[in-house]
């Protein structure tokens, strides 16, 4: 077990343009025994959410089972009412049951999220974590974080919601990756690489925003993943997903989260809401639908819905 102690006063993110003189593009290659996320690490991605990001305690964490790693663009299926259900059963002996009682309809509400990425290239060093001049080689890229919002939903309110976000995010082909990484050679935990984030489903731009406005550090984000697994800590070759700007499809205002809480409306008739709300919106995503997230010089990935 490895203790990481806090820095009193955390440095602000720097953005650093991509160019040729400051690092180096390569192909990107991925067999991470370990996918961390990291939740509401952009202002508005969590005001449309509707959720608070915990300022004191840090960002949201969650593991994504490596087995959603989709390097070869390969369409992604939409998880069945049965995968769903023994997803649920197996976050909470029999959650999935009863979902499956309460639900004629169970969707899996699909979502996109476009994310940068980095991989580390070497192991972390703990004992210097807190060290300004320190960071281990790492390598950027862009991600496309695919969720099935119904088992997340059905985590709200509960003591182990990252853990249904986490599963939500886990579904076989759920990590879409691009091509390229882009390992900078002037090391620092307190930057990220600078490009523009953007979603665009059957050409339509959902999501478009500038990594610059992320809310914490990649040492932040380490510190956060080293905290909330400490017997399981980030090493060579895992990954860390670092969060999403604004304009998912799920959208749900403060104020109906914040009236949900007051009367203490159930999960369940909270996820019949959102399935409501998604029939109606027709945001999220169907068999048919081509996402499309791309980064700039980092490159896109294209991925199609079954």
């Not at 990954?239 to 959208?251: E, F, K, M, N, W």
Request: with cysteine.
């Amino acid at each position: 077990m490895v203790t990481v102690a806090g820095c009193a006063s955390p440095p602000a993110l720097r953005c650093v343009d991509m160019d040729a003189r400051g690092g180096r593009l390569l192909p990107l290659g991925l067999s991470p025994a370990r996918v961390y996320g990291i939740g509401l690490s952009y202002a508005g991605h969590a005001g449309e959410t509707g959720l608070r990001r915990r300022a004191r305690t840090g960002p949201p964490v969650f593991e994504k089972g490596p087995s959603s790693l989709n390097a070869m663009g390969r369409p992604v299926r939409m998880p069945s009412r049965a995968e769903l259900i023994d997803a649920l059963e197996r976050l909470e002996p029999g959650l999935g049951r009863r979902a499956d009682r309460e639900f004629a309809d169970l969707p899996a509400l699909l979502d996109y999220e476009a994310e940068l990425a980095f991989v580390l290239l070497e192991d972390v060093d703990w004992r210097r974590i807190d060290e300004r001049a320190y960071a281990p080689r790492m390598g950027f890229f862009i991600a496309n974080d695919l969720s099935a919002r119904s088992v997340a939903v059905l985590g709200e309110g509960r003591p182990d919601r990252d853990a249904f976000w986490g599963a939500s995010k886990s579904f076989r082909g759920f990590m879409p990756v691009g091509p390229t990484m882009w390992v900078p050679d002037a090391l620092s935990l307190d930057a990220v690489v600078c490009v523009i984030l953007t979603t665009e489903v059957n050409g339509e731009v959902r999501q478009r925003d500038s990594t610059g406005r992320l809310l914490y550090t990649p040492r932040r984000m380490l510190k956060a993943v080293a905290a909330r697994f400490p017997d399981d800590l980030p090493a060579e070759g895992d990954v860390i997903l670092t969060g999403t700007p604004a304009g998912v499809a799920l959208r749900v205002p403060a104020w109906k989260t914040a009236l949900a809480d007051l009367l203490g409306i159930d999960r369940f008739a909270r996820l019949s809401s959102v399935i409501g709300m998604a029939e109606r919106s027709g945001r999220f995503l169907a068999p048919g639908d081509e996402v499309t997230v791309s980064g700039g010089p980092l490159g896109s990935v294209t991925t199609v819905i079954e």
